[in-house]
């Protein structure tokens, strides 16, 4: 029987635990842990009113607390050109990925976003399959609108909900 030890050196622990804390931060830092924040309400049932609007909330967007539309879509088994680019441009960088949903059923809530500070009519759409947020798009809902994930775009600050009512 062979044993075999070794002898590990404080100061070179602390320095791969520094190193380790360093390389957290600067990840962190530069938004590749973005999807870090949506596991706060992956345990959440967005099936519930309440929790749809906490999390757009949690973005910083304000809603009207009823959605204008609420309807039951289809997610293809295989995506199209205008699928994969939505899903790479704006489901991925948010930390979702609908590949992983691909021919299942998911119910889309359409809200009105009254705080977008360009814009007057603007959306939040959630897609939610079996109770949890799966994807989801901020969009103007005019024909030359834009659209983007639920993270406010740089250069856009999004007034408090006190402002709103002032």
């Not at 050196?9 to 520094?18: D, F, I, K, S, Y």
């Not at 706060?40 to 949690?58: E, I, K, P, Q, T």
Request: proline content about 4%.
């Amino acid at each position: 029987m062979k044993c075999f030890t070794f002898r590990l050196a404080t100061a070179r622990l602390c320095a791969v635990c520094l190193g380790i804390c360093v390389l957290f931060g600067l990840l962190c830092l530069t938004g590749s842990f973005s999807s870090l924040g949506n596991d706060v309400f992956s345990s959440a049932n967005m099936d519930s009113r309440d929790a749809r609007l906490s999390f757009l909330r949690s973005f910083g967007w304000e809603v009207l607390e009823d959605p204008v539309m609420e309807k039951e879509i289809n997610i293809p088994k295989s995506f199209d050109e205008v699928y994969t680019r939505y899903n790479e441009e704006i489901q991925i960088p948010e930390g979702y990925d609908l590949r992983a949903y691909a021919g299942k059923k998911a119910t889309l809530y359409s809200y009105v976003v009254i705080n977008y500070p360009t814009e007057d009519e603007v959306h939040a759409n959630l897609l939610v399959c079996d109770g949890k947020v799966i994807g989801g798009d901020i969009c103007s809902v005019r024909l030359d609108g834009f659209m983007h994930g639920f993270t406010p775009p740089d250069g856009i600050t999004l007034p408090s909900s006190s402002q709103l009512y002032d």
